[in-house]
């Protein structure tokens, strides 16, 4: 064998190694899908639901990694996904402040935003609540309340959009809470062992005890299928009209293949009767909001946030 035939024949070895590795498909290893939260809420329920289709889907081991924020929101866990490679391979279940709150707030990771939606697909029950035994039964009836004492709320974390909307809404009532804390958990115990008065949280935590407490009001634009008597925050203050959504989103360098792939498994597993049933169950909103329409609600979301700021100057 000639010194020109042994060259050319390493070449074409080289060669197709690297052909074998530039048409590899995703996904070829493990997929992490980051949600910043403990486990238990519907954002890690239907983002379970997800990691298991698509694990059957592709045949790739897929699964939820919970990094709860510390009572000061989703934020550890977001940068994590910034800093993962940006392959598909490290997809974020976020929450509406990642992406609308987190580059505002000197986090250097997320400032400029690093993520692009793949998709939304929930908007959290997420109420205003107090115990069963509090002296007032609605909002008009805290404020009232709150002139002559001292009213501590519980919150996911102080700069968090509900907990934003919550200041927003006292304000507009005419009082302040005297005292708030953040907690990584917000449920029954929190309202029972009377560490704060009022919480804001999600529905689906306080679902145990629903009988025994009170929904003040719900914050979105629409009145919870499971309460359907107590008023959204945006009935009583609409300039206040914003939602408490979670989707997922990934680097803004992750191919496009990656991307349509997740997009496929997510859209039909939170179409499904399972998801749907879970949606009527707990008065979520299931559905799935594609990337462009994401985009859109980010930016309003931006412009109602920036009013509320203006409101607790």
Known sequence: MTTRTMLGGALAIAMA???GAAVAEYPEKPVEFVVPWPPGDLEDVLTRMIA???QAEYGVPAAVVNKPGGGGGPFPGAIDVANAPADGYTVGSFIIAVPVVGPQIGIPELNPNPFE???NFLTYPFVIATSGDAPYDDIDGLAAHAQDNDVALGHFGAPLVPTQVTFALAETK?????????FDALDCNTLASGD???INTTLQLIMPCLDDV???????GERISLTPDTPTV?????????ALWNGLFVHKDVPQEARDKIIAVAKETVMSDKAQKLAAETGAL????????????IEKDIETLGRIEQMLE
């Open 174 to 182: 005419g009082f302040e809470f005297s005292s708030d804390a953040a």
């Open 214 to 220: 009170k929904v003040l009001a719900s914050i979105g």
């Open 117 to 119: 939606p793949l998709g």
């Open 17 to 19: 190694a690297m052909g």
């Open 52 to 54: 298991d289709n698509f």
């Open 234 to 242: 945006a009935e009583l203050a609409p300039e206040l009209d914003i």
């Open 286 to 297: 299931v559905y799935w909001q594609d990337p462009e329409e994401v985009n859109a609600l």
């Open 196 to 198: 704060v008065d009022v």
